[in-house]
């Protein structure tokens, strides 16, 4: 490790030496510190029973210190190989081939896993998605951020502990010496993130890869994170990272690499491809960026091709369906949905939870909205903002404290002398639906597509068994799916089609009114964008309404006519959602639609 | 099985810890102890009593003994024989809260001086075969799990091979083997370390099999996690990770198998207790059923619920050891 030493930078006044200048000079054969990276022509594939599947062609990148390259694509696009590659951690059937393959100046390609070891960590830091799993579980951040100080011979433990604490105070985490004795589970999704930054750079490593860091973060949350970032490529580091989402890395990256099927298909300066993208792929996944399109517009390719009118009959791939537009099916059921009353109503709504030290905890605090027929409502907010406490509510399945809810002027939920049971409700149930946010954790994982869909029509008892498989068949094209999978396990399926599933089924007892909560959130962009193309055909065709709860405000501002914003438990903003958008009146919405991030407008 | 449970990690574990503060637990668990005793105790009573059979006949030494009637009364009086059943077992329950369980009905003295040199030896024994069967299980779990298919293939089969093997065979197998052949171990006997460690293996083997398989999945599915990458990415080599992380989140469901383990090896000592000659509880049990002396069966009966019951607790503490979530789950 010693002959290979790099220019490592440690601030914080710690018993190491500047090393910089003098080892990079000894390093003479190497980038002289002016590329952290030079690739050319980076090819990975796997080796499968199936034989080798090429996951990353013909890839090449530069990265100079100070500066930000992202990699943008979609999953499956190789965006994350390529990252893993660049820190020798791709799986034992990788095969990694190039023409040139320099990290830090370094044969990446020559390196023993001895040599990778004493790179990982101390030169190249690396930051994955999701803290909570990214962090063990069972042990306190400090605990994980020292181990990468003992890995690399950091000994002292008086030093090391200062090291954690200042990698912590680095990473924007006040108290740092409370912190570090939380494990990630203990810690908000933001804080979290902070400490897996942390982790990643305790030892001022020259380059830090982020993999999608911002993803499934709130929009305030991930505002802060790009800040740590920016700055982490202010102290002239470099910053190689990933995102499937083109507004964050607008604000972010300095070059922009496109990644499809593997193979760059992209790059140059970041202002220059988002303002003027050359490549179809490029631009689709610039359309498909809900926040600017209004209401109404189409965001998929796909979408844009067929009129917003005719029936849905394209598949995810663009394939026609199997079959035409649903047939009608005769509702069965006798309710008594009124034409004239909103769709959904809720009037004072209010809950609270006991909490630790015998102190009621309210999570909804006097909530009321009313969703009109065939409109879409949003609800905005954050974390803990109470929103899925409230379509709980809506939903009949959580009782309200206080307050109301009809249900196409039914009375359907209440408090107290106006309490609604649930022999009174079942009969309303099929007017209400939800999609959640991961459709597969809501199918049983023993069912067909055919069976989760069968399954709910079961629930209505409508017609023979043959009926609803041919309604079935039916409803899946009505989603835009092929009849083929029809016999296919949900796990099989990709994300979008998985969605489009859920919401067959949720379609399938021809409902009034369907709760999407965060329909699309653990979507890719252009996926997104098909399933929210979707679910507006839908609503024209069925008159539907949707109550869509987000906390993306891009997407709640293209679906929605009423907005809703909350924070703790509480309605802090509503309106017409063009107007709130355009005049929010609190500083709680200013503060959320200036931690949007926004693409530059397009030449 | 990597398919399954993929948020298992970032959740609360499943487990059959007992939530709360740790004086909480204590109590909540000697308030337990005692009901799990005191059933013990009462059903093998009553189930012993079911059992055809006159003690007085097993006290005078069995049928070829033809008792006069006289010897007969005297020696139930003795026994406390010819009161009614509910107030011998109202007598009996004031025993043993008081530590007296009694005296042999084959042997004629009190339990506790038959039964108190056989306990050392099958603590011995089941602590033993416990170590044992976590080395075997561990060696198994961090030598061939994501080692490659063919060594995850031979630990995979050599578990299901180990688990399916009955300790009898095993016993036999390996005294003909170790001792009889090589000569490395004595045959039978109870003669310091070295006349253990074939029997404690021959109840090692079969149970490593069970551990193993637990650990075995669950160090997969902790493998898998985004947090030992992020490990590997901090610079820890392969061995720290396997270590350090995975190994840690592989032993919790293991743990919560072995405490089913010890009591059962106390019981099922007795088959190594017999094929090596050793004394033992197990072997006391045994002899005390078929002689039908009702007070050692008692008292071995209660012995074992009392083992399950500081075994169980042992594990619990070690499970907050090494898994801290569970006490700040339940405080949340």
């Given at each position: 490790?010693?002959?290979?030493?790099?220019?490592a930078k440690y601030?914080?006044?710690?018993?190491?030496?500047?090393?910089?200048?003098?080892?990079?000079?000894?390093?003479?054969?190497?980038?002289?510190?002016?590329?952290?990276?030079?690739?050319?022509?980076?090819?990975?594939?796997?080796?499968?029973?199936?034989?080798r599947v090429d996951?990353?062609r013909d890839?090449s990148?530069?990265?100079a210190?100070?500066?930000?390259?992202?990699?943008?694509?979609?999953?499956?696009s190789?965006?994350?190989?390529?990252?893993?590659?660049?820190?020798?951690?791709?799986?034992?059937?990788?095969?990694v081939?190039?023409?040139?393959?320099?990290?830090?100046?370094r044969?990446?390609?020559?390196?023993?896993?001895?040599q990778?070891?004493?790179?990982?960590?101390?030169?190249?830091?690396?930051?994955?998605?999701?803290?909570?799993?990214s962090?063990?579980?069972?042990?306190?951040v400090?605990?994980?951020?020292?181990?990468?100080l003992?890995?690399?011979?950091?000994?002292?433990k008086?030093?090391?502990?200062?090291?954690?604490?200042?990698?912590?105070r680095?990473?924007?985490?006040?108290?740092?010496?409370?912190?570090?004795?939380?494990r990630s589970?203990?810690?908000?999704?933001?804080?979290?993130?902070?400490?897996?930054?942390?982790?990643?750079?305790v030892?001022n490593?020259?380059?830090?890869?982020a993999?999608?860091?911002?993803?499934?973060?709130?929009?305030?949350?991930?505002?802060?994170i790009?800040?740590?970032?920016?700055?982490?490529?202010e102290?002239g580091?470099?910053?190689?990272f990933?995102?499937?989402?083109?507004?964050?890395?607008?604000?972010?990256?300095?070059?922009?690499?496109?990644?499809?099927?593997?193979?760059?298909?992209?790059?140059?300066?970041?202002?220059e491809?988002?303002?003027?993208p050359?490549?179809?792929y490029?631009?689709?996944?610039i359309?498909?960026?809900?926040?600017?399109?209004?209401?109404?517009t189409r965001?998929?390719?796909?979408?844009?091709?067929?009129?917003?009118?005719?029936?849905?009959?394209t598949?995810?791939?663009?394939?026609?369906?199997?079959?035409?537009?649903?047939?009608?099916?005769?509702?069965?059921?006798a309710t008594?949905?009124?034409?004239?009353?909103p769709?959904?109503?809720?009037?004072?709504?209010?809950?609270?939870?006991?909490?630790p030290?015998?102190?009621?905890?309210?999570?909804?605090?006097?909530?009321?909205?009313?969703?009109?027929r065939?409109?879409?409502?949003g609800i905005v907010?954050?974390?803990?903002s109470?929103?899925?406490?409230?379509?709980?509510?809506?939903?009949?399945?959580?009782?309200?404290?206080t307050?109301?809810?009809?249900?196409?002027?039914?009375a359907?939920a209440?408090?107290?002398?106006?309490?609604?049971?649930?022999?009174e409700r079942?009969?309303?149930?099929?007017?209400?639906q939800?999609?959640?946010?991961?459709?597969?954790?809501s199918?049983?994982?023993?069912?067909?597509?055919g069976?989760v869909?069968?399954?709910?029509?079961d629930?209505?008892?409508?017609?023979?068994?043959?009926d609803r498989?041919?309604?079935?068949?039916d409803l899946?094209?009505?989603?835009?799916?092929?009849?083929?999978?029809?016999?296919?396990?949900?796990?099989?399926l990709?994300?979008?089609?998985?969605?489009?599933?859920?919401?067959a089924?949720?379609?399938?007892?021809?409902?009034q009114?369907?709760?999407?909560?965060?329909?699309?959130?653990?979507?890719?962009?252009?996926?997104?964008?098909q399933?929210?193309?979707?679910l507006a055909?839908?609503?024209?065709?069925?008159?539907?309404?949707?109550?869509?709860?987000?906390h993306?405000?891009?997407?709640i501002?293209?679906?929605?006519?009423h907005?809703?914003?909350m924070?703790?438990?509480?309605?802090?903003?509503?309106?017409?959602?063009?107007?709130?958008?355009?005049?929010?009146q609190?500083?709680?919405?200013?503060?959320l639609?200036?931690a949007?991030?926004e693409?530059?407008?397009?030449a | 099985?990597s398919t399954?449970?993929?948020?298992?990690?970032?959740?609360?574990?499943?487990?059959t810890?007992?939530s709360?503060?740790?004086g909480?637990?204590?109590?909540?668990?000697a308030?337990?102890?005692?009901?799990?005793?005191?059933?013990?105790?009462?059903?093998?009573?009553?189930?012993?009593?079911?059992?055809?059979?006159?003690p007085?006949t097993?006290?005078l030494?069995?049928?070829?003994?033809?008792?006069?009637?006289e010897?007969?009364?005297v020696?139930?009086?003795?026994?406390?024989l010819?009161?009614?059943?509910?107030?011998?077992?109202?007598?009996?329950?004031a025993?043993?809260?008081?530590?007296n369980f009694?005296?042999?009905?084959?042997?004629?003295?009190?339990?506790?001086?038959?039964?108190?040199?056989?306990?050392?030896?099958?603590?011995?024994?089941?602590?033993?075969?416990?170590?044992?069967?976590?080395?075997i299980a561990l060696?198994?779990?961090?030598?061939?799990?994501?080692?490659?298919?063919?060594?995850?293939?031979?630990?995979?089969?050599?578990?299901?091979?180990?688990?399916?093997?009955?300790?009898?065979?095993v016993?036999i197998?390996?005294?003909?083997?170790?001792?009889?052949?090589l000569?490395?171990?004595?045959?039978?006997?109870?003669?310091?370390?070295?006349?253990?460690?074939?029997p404690s293996?021959?109840?090692a083997?079969?149970?490593?099999?069970?551990?193993?398989?637990?650990?075995?999945?669950?160090?997969?599915?902790?493998?898998?996690?985004?947090?030992?990458?992020?490990?590997?990415?901090?610079?820890?080599?392969?061995?720290?990770?396997?270590?350090?992380?995975?190994?840690?989140?592989?032993?919790l469901?293991?743990?919560?198998?072995?405490?089913?383990?010890?009591?059962?090896?106390v019981?099922?000592?007795?088959?190594?207790?017999?094929?090596?000659?050793r004394?033992?509880l197990?072997?006391?049990?045994v002899d005390?059923?078929i002689?039908?002396d009702?007070?050692?069966t008692?008292a071995?009966v209660?012995?074992?619920?009392?083992v399950?019951i500081?075994?169980?607790?042992?594990?619990?503490?070690?499970?907050?050891?090494?898994?801290?979530?569970?006490q700040?789950?339940?405080?949340?």
């Amino acid at each position: 490790m010693g002959s290979t030493a790099n220019t490592a930078k440690y601030d914080g006044g710690t018993s190491v030496t500047e090393a910089g200048a003098a080892s990079a000079a000894a390093t003479g054969s190497t980038g002289s510190g002016k590329s952290l990276l030079n690739i050319e022509r980076l090819s990975v594939s796997f080796s499968t029973p199936r034989g080798r599947v090429d996951v990353v062609r013909d890839v090449s990148l530069a990265l100079a210190p100070g500066k930000a390259l992202a990699l943008v694509g979609e999953s499956g696009s190789g965006k994350t190989v390529t990252a893993r590659t660049l820190v020798g951690l791709n799986a034992a059937n990788a095969r990694v081939t190039a023409d040139r393959l320099e990290v830090l100046g370094r044969d990446a390609l020559a390196l023993s896993e001895r040599q990778w070891r004493g790179v990982r960590g101390k030169e190249i830091g690396y930051v994955l998605q999701d803290a909570l799993v990214s962090l063990d579980p069972l042990r306190t951040v400090g605990q994980e951020i020292d181990e990468a100080l003992g890995a690399h011979g950091v000994r002292g433990k008086a030093e090391r502990l200062e090291r954690v604490h200042q990698a912590l105070r680095d990473a924007g985490i006040p108290d740092p010496e409370v912190r570090a004795r939380q494990r990630s589970g203990e810690l908000s999704g933001g804080l979290r993130q902070r400490a897996l930054i942390a982790q990643a750079t305790v030892l001022n490593p020259q380059l830090v890869i982020a993999d999608e860091p911002t993803t499934a973060l709130d929009a305030t949350v991930q505002a802060q994170i790009l800040e740590l970032l920016e700055g982490l490529k202010e102290q002239g580091r470099g910053l190689i990272f990933i995102s499937h989402d083109l507004a964050v890395v607008g604000r972010l990256a300095d070059e922009i690499a496109v990644m499809q099927g593997g193979r760059i298909v992209e790059s140059g300066r970041a202002s220059e491809v988002l303002a003027n993208p050359q490549h179809e792929y490029t631009q689709a996944l610039i359309d498909a960026i809900p926040s600017g399109a209004a209401k109404g517009t189409r965001l998929s390719a796909a979408g844009r091709a067929t009129s917003s009118s005719a029936a849905v009959t394209t598949t995810a791939n663009g394939t026609p369906a199997a079959t035409s537009a649903a047939a009608p099916i005769e509702r069965v059921r006798a309710t008594e949905f009124s034409a004239t009353a909103p769709a959904l109503e809720a009037r004072g709504l209010a809950k609270s939870y006991p909490g630790p030290g015998g102190i009621r905890r309210t999570v909804v605090h006097d909530v009321s909205f009313t969703l009109e027929r065939g409109k879409t409502l949003g609800i905005v907010g954050e974390s803990g903002s109470g929103k899925s406490t409230t379509a709980r509510i809506a939903l009949g399945l959580t009782q309200p404290d206080t307050g109301t809810v009809t249900l196409g002027g039914f009375a359907w939920a209440g408090a107290g002398s106006e309490t609604v049971s649930e022999d009174e409700r079942r009969r309303h149930r099929p007017d209400i639906q939800l999609v959640n946010q991961d459709p597969l954790s809501s199918f049983d994982p023993r069912f067909s597509v055919g069976k989760v869909v069968t399954d709910a029509l079961d629930a209505g008892a409508i017609g023979t068994p043959r009926d609803r498989t041919t309604r079935a068949l039916d409803l899946l094209a009505q989603v835009g799916l092929p009849a083929s999978l029809f016999d296919r396990r949900p796990l099989t399926l990709s994300g979008g089609q998985r969605q489009r599933v859920a919401i067959a089924r949720a379609l399938a007892l021809q409902p009034q009114v369907l709760l999407l909560d965060e329909p699309v959130s653990a979507l890719d962009v252009s996926i997104q964008a098909q399933v929210l193309d979707l679910l507006a055909d839908l609503q024209d065709q069925l008159g539907l309404s949707y109550l869509f709860i987000s906390h993306d405000l891009g997407v709640i501002h293209h679906v929605s006519d009423h907005v809703l914003v909350m924070k703790d438990g509480r309605v802090v903003e509503s309106g017409n959602a063009d107007e709130l958008f355009a005049n929010p009146q609190t500083d709680y919405t200013r503060q959320l639609l200036a931690a949007v991030p926004e693409l530059p407008a397009r030449a | 099985m990597s398919t399954a449970a993929t948020t298992s990690h970032t959740e609360l574990p499943r487990t059959t810890a007992t939530s709360g503060s740790p004086g909480q637990v204590v109590l909540k668990r000697a308030a337990g102890s005692v009901f799990v005793l005191w059933a013990a105790v009462t059903l093998t009573f009553f189930v012993l009593r079911l059992v055809p059979g006159d003690p007085v006949t097993t006290i005078l030494g069995g049928h070829s003994a033809a008792p006069s009637a006289e010897t007969v009364a005297v020696v139930k009086a003795q026994y406390g024989l010819d009161q009614p059943v509910l107030v011998q077992y109202v007598n009996y329950l004031a025993g043993v809260a008081t530590g007296n369980f009694g005296t042999s009905y084959v042997f004629k003295v009190p339990v506790l001086d038959i039964l108190g040199p056989q306990i050392l030896p099958t603590f011995q024994l089941a602590g033993l075969a416990l170590l044992f069967a976590w080395a075997i299980a561990l060696a198994f779990t961090l030598l061939t799990v994501g080692r490659g298919r063919l060594l995850d293939g031979i630990g995979r089969g050599v578990e299901v091979l180990f688990a399916a093997l009955p300790p009898f065979w095993v016993g036999i197998m390996l005294a003909v083997v170790f001792a009889v052949i090589l000569g490395w171990f004595p045959v039978a006997g109870d003669d310091g370390f070295k006349s253990l460690v074939l029997p404690s293996l021959a109840l090692a083997i079969p149970l490593a099999g069970f551990i193993a398989q637990v650990t075995r999945s669950s160090f997969e599915e902790a493998l898998a996690q985004p947090f030992i990458l992020s490990a590997r990415a901090r610079g820890l080599s392969d061995l720290a990770v396997r270590l350090g992380h995975a190994l840690r989140h592989a032993i919790l469901p293991g743990l919560t198998l072995s405490a089913w383990a010890i009591g059962s090896l106390v019981s099922s000592a007795v088959v190594a207790e017999i094929i090596f000659a050793r004394p033992g509880l197990g072997r006391s049990l045994v002899d005390a059923i078929i002689n039908r002396d009702l007070p050692i069966t008692l008292a071995v009966v209660f012995i074992i619920a009392a083992v399950y019951i500081v075994v169980n607790l042992l594990v619990d503490v070690l499970y907050r050891v090494i898994d801290p979530r569970i006490q700040k789950g339940a405080a949340a």
